[in-house]
């Protein structure tokens, strides 16, 4: 009699299904609470991120705390009017902070450490500013500019590039400084998210530059109007030193195309010539030093400058199609974009240093005779100082007597 073989089941099959089932149970669990996290849970973008370094942007309004009318002739003359140039800077560069530490719901206690940082800040960003902006400005050509319309509409223009230039790296020094941040890094959220540097010059920036564009364009025309409507006779004591002749051309294009095709064309060269002086302008300043000390009379004189400019343009070319592609702008364009360019390599070559050269020679001949004819020991000395780093009071202080 035989006995039946019974089967054992395979224990360790079994064992491994289960552990295979919980590891799937897990896994899924897992992936669930990520999916959660990252897509479900508010601020879940910024789990990682430290909930002291996040800003959560808000809806504001913003609002210039400037006088674009006074600002113009301000920008038009930025060495006559320095005091209001600064204080212009400042409330410029307070209202594009104010907006951000708006735009980022900042508490009224750190809004007030913004303004307080930023006052900090203040005095060299405006000579920053300032010495860039005097720079880029062709501040003797005001007569040429307002001529051609665009004296008040260029000095907004170097506004933009120079703010522009600094407004980041304000922004971003006084935020990294009363604001803790990761790495160096403020983090925010909401609606069409943008660094705070970029909420300054998009938000704030461009519209003060845009209503400034056009109260300048109103400003520039009347200008150019009152030119004709009035004669004016000054007496100007100048020492002119240097004269430049040049001759330039330019050659404009005009295209216009229906469906890809060109169906008219206009074609402008313009050539000029160009007659620029350079020299002094005495009545600015001029002082005359005697120190029987010491024995030298010294001769002061202002910084040179352009005295005149005169362009003389000639149309070489004038074909226009029969859609008349070219106005009366593209002629006043491109006179203007000659007259720059004179003035731009005479700035640029040495003229200026030759015209010190110059005036130190004549000076020399005009006063040494009459200085050695009052004493054989006395000696000439002719030096040269800019007119606007000298205070009103001091012209008339001669300290060696």
């Given at each position: 009699m035989s006995t039946p073989i019974q089967h054992r089941p395979n224990q360790p099959n079994e064992r491994f299904n289960v552990g295979r089932l919980v590891v799937?149970?897990?896994?899924?669990?897992?992936?669930?609470?990520?999916?959660?996290?990252?897509?479900?849970?508010?601020g879940s973008n910024y789990t990682n991120i430290p909930q002291e370094v996040q800003i959560k942007y808000v809806p504001s309004d913003f609002k210039a705390?400037?006088?674009?009318?006074?600002?113009?002739?301000?920008?038009?003359?930025?060495?006559r009017y320095s005091r209001e140039f600064d204080m212009l800077i400042h409330d410029f560069n307070?209202?594009?902070?104010?907006?951000?530490?708006?735009r980022m719901n900042l508490s009224?206690?750190?809004?007030?450490?913004?303004?307080?940082?930023?006052?900090?800040?203040?005095?060299?960003?405006?000579?920053?500013?300032?010495?860039d902006f005097v720079a880029m400005r062709d501040s003797s050509s005001s007569l040429y500019n307002s001529w051609y319309q665009n004296q008040m509409t260029g000095a907004v223009d170097v506004l933009n590039e120079v703010a522009s230039k600094y407004t980041c790296f304000l922004i971003n020094q006084i935020l990294g400084t009363l604001l803790p941040t990761q790495e160096g890094k403020i983090f925010v959220k909401g609606e069409r998210v943008d660094t705070p540097c970029g909420v300054a010059l998009t938000e704030a920036l461009q519209p003060m530059i845009a209503r400034l564009k056009e109260r300048a364009t109103v400003q520039d025309f009347t200008l150019s109007k009152g030119i004709l409507q009035e004669r004016v006779e000054k007496t100007i004591?100048?020492?002119?030193?240097?004269e430049i002749r040049d001759r330039k051309g330019i050659g404009t294009s005009k295209q216009t195309k229906v469906l890809g095709v060109d169906v008219s064309s206009t074609e402008m060269e313009m050539s000029a010539i160009s007659i620029l002086k350079v020299g002094f302008k005495l009545d600015k300043f001029f002082e005359v030093n005697l120190s029987s000390k010491s024995g030298i009379v010294t001769v002061t004189l202002p910084e040179p400058e352009i005295l005149s400019h005169e362009v003389y343009p000639r149309i070489d070319k004038l074909d226009i199609g029969w859609m008349r592609e070219?106005?009366?702008?593209?002629?006043?364009?491109n006179m203007d974009l000659l007259r720059r360019e004179f003035r731009r390599e005479a700035l640029e070559s040495d003229v200026m240093?030759?015209?010190?050269?110059?005036?130190?020679?004549?000076?020399?001949?005009?006063?040494?005779?009459?200085?050695?004819?009052?004493?054989?020991?006395?000696?000439?000395?002719?030096?040269f100082k800019s007119v606007t780093n000298v205070p009103t009071e001091e012209k008339q202080v001669r300290p060696d007597k």
């Open positions: 799937f149970f897990l896994a899924a669990g897992l992936l669930g609470f990520i999916v959660y996290r990252y897509y479900f849970s508010d705390d400037i006088d674009y009318d006074n600002a113009l002739p301000i920008l038009a003359n930025p060495e307070l209202s594009l902070l104010t907006h951000v530490a708006n009224d206690s750190l809004k007030l450490r913004v303004r307080a940082e930023y006052e900090n800040h203040h005095p060299y960003i405006q000579k920053l500013i300032f010495n004591a100048e020492l002119g030193t240097m070219i106005d009366q702008a593209d002629f006043n364009k240093e030759k015209a010190k050269k110059r005036a130190i020679e004549l000076m020399d001949t005009m006063m040494t005779p009459m200085i050695k004819g009052m004493n054989g020991r006395y000696e000439l000395k002719v030096r």
